[in-house]
C-alpha cells in the first residue's frame, strides 16, 4: 500500500516535471520567435526613420514620441514632435498626447488612423502637416 502510494507520488511528480518543460519549451519558442520578427523589424524601422528623418523615443509602455527634422528650410535641425499613446490591446484607439507645434486637422489625421490602423500613412501625414506649418511660420 505505501509502495503503491509512493509510484503514485512519483508519477505524479514526473508527470508535472513534463508538463513544466512542456511549458519551458513552449516559452522558448515563443522568445525565438520574437527575437526573429525584432532582427527583422529594427533594419525596417531603421529604412523608415532614415527616409523620413525621424526618430522615434518610447517613454513608457505603450507611449512614444516622434521627432521629425529636415522639416523648415531655413533650420533642418529643429524638431517637429509629437508623442502618441497607442491601444494597449489590437483594435483600441491612439491618442496624441503632446503635438509641437500645433497642427491643422490633427484630429482628422488621427481619425483615419483610427478608423484604417496604417501606422505609416499617418506618420507621412504628419510629417506632411508639420511642413505645411513650417512654410506658414
Not at 483600441?92 to 507645434?101: F, N, R, V
Amino acid at each position: 500500500m505505501i509502495k503503491e502510494c509512493i509510484n503514485t507520488w512519483k508519477n505524479q511528480i514526473e508527470n508535472v516535471k513534463k508538463d513544466i518543460q512542456k511549458r519551458r519549451d513552449a516559452i522558448m519558442a515563443k522568445q525565438q520567435a520574437l527575437q526573429l520578427q525584432l532582427s527583422k523589424n529594427e533594419p525596417e524601422l531603421k529604412r523608415y526613420a532614415d527616409k523620413l528623418a525621424f526618430a522615434m523615443v518610447g517613454l513608457r509602455e505603450n507611449v512614444i514620441t516622434f521627432s521629425f527634422t529636415c522639416i523648415y528650410e531655413k533650420d533642418l535641425s529643429r524638431p517637429c514632435k509629437f508623442t502618441i499613446q497607442l491601444g494597449e490591446e489590437r483594435h483600441s484607439i491612439y491618442k496624441i498626447l503632446e503635438c509641437s507645434p500645433p497642427i491643422e486637422h490633427l484630429d482628422e489625421i488621427l481619425s483615419q488612423l483610427n478608423t484604417n490602423r496604417n501606422f505609416f500613412t499617418f506618420l507621412k501625414k504628419m510629417r506632411q502637416a508639420f511642413y505645411r506649418y513650417a512654410q506658414n511660420d
